[in-house]
């Protein structure tokens, strides 16, 4: 059984919480799931690998997101904001999310690529 699970992401560069002089840049994400499926899923845990500029990896993996394990019923959306701070001005991030149905079976949503980027350096 296949449940379609729609994410969407933002990204925002915190110049404010940055400081280049010590490769220390700070981004906020904010993240979008959307259940179109005709079932409840309720999100367990996560898991990011998240890339700077020079290929070092950070990998993440914990319960819920920002404290919560939310509950979507069929087309519902849940958002929330989030961090990373990297030591290259840029990178790029990507995971997923484990999600329980209402029968107790579980499956992967996959969290798609996206690039952590200063205003100032994009194209």
């Given amino acids: 059984m296949n ?19 010590i490769q220390r840049f700070v981004y906020s994400y904010t993240i979008t799931i959307t259940n179109h ?4 899923v309720q999100l367990i845990s996560r898991h990011w690998r998240i890339k700077d500029a020079n290929d070092n990896l950070q990998e993440v ?13 069929p087309g519902a959306s849940y958002t929330y904001t989030s961090g990373a701070i990297l030591e290259t001005e840029t990178g790029m991030m ?3 999310y484990q999600m329980r149905r209402d029968d107790g079976s579980t ?11 200063p205003p100032h350096a994009m194209h």
């Avoid at 993996?61 to 019923?73: H, I, N």
């Fill in 61 to 73: 993996k914990g319960l819920g997101v920002v404290g919560e394990q939310p509950r979507l019923a």
């Fill in 107 to 117: 499956f992967d949503t996959p969290i798609p690529l996206f690039a952590l980027v």
């Fill in 37 to 40: 499926s005709d079932t409840n």
């Fill in 94 to 96: 990507e995971g997923s």
């Fill in 3 to 21: 449940t379609p699970i729609h994410i969407t992401v933002q990204t925002s560069y915190i110049a404010a919480q940055s400081r280049p002089d």
